[in-house]
Nanobody, 120 residues
Framework: QVQLVESGGGLVQAGGSLRLSCAAS????????MGWYRQAPGKQRDMVAS???????NYIDSVKGRFTISRDNAKNTVYLQMNSLKPEDTAVYYC??????????????WGQGTLVTVSS
């Protein structure tokens, strides 16, 4: 099995910064893409940023220039550096990863979520 463990959420004032981390562990042969999603109360879960094994990145327009996704392939860990945070960034942030396990079977897993609250 493959598990994701997230950390780094919390309460911050508008304009502040937070750094989220997500570490993958278990029967991992390789990880393709890793990404961060968020879900605000009463809304659907949306992709925020993603990064491939070749470190190609993608962001939603509302976070471009403020958020940076990166990964450490040796540690199977993805990060999300969030700067200039706004109240509308408040949500539960989920980590996602897909790849191949030791049996060369595809997996896709989600983290448990970490709450980010931005006060105005």
């Amino acid at each position: 099995q493959v598990q994701l463990v997230e950390s780094g959420g919390g309460l911050v004032q508008a304009g502040g910064s937070l750094r989220l981390s997500c570490a993958a562990s278990g029967t991992i042969f390789s990880i393709n893409a890793m990404g961060w999603y968020r879900q605000a109360p009463g809304k659907q879960r949306d992709m925020v940023a993603s990064i491939t094994s070749g470190v190609s990145t993608n962001y939603i327009d509302s976070v471009k220039g403020r958020f940076t996704i990166s990964r450490d392939n040796a540690k199977n860990t993805v990060y999300l550096q969030m700067n200039s945070l706004k109240p509308e960034d408040t949500a539960v942030y989920y980590c996602n990863a897909d790849g191949l396990n030791w049996n060369y079977r595809h997996f896709e897993v989600w983290g448990q979520g970490t709450l980010v609250t931005v006060s105005s």
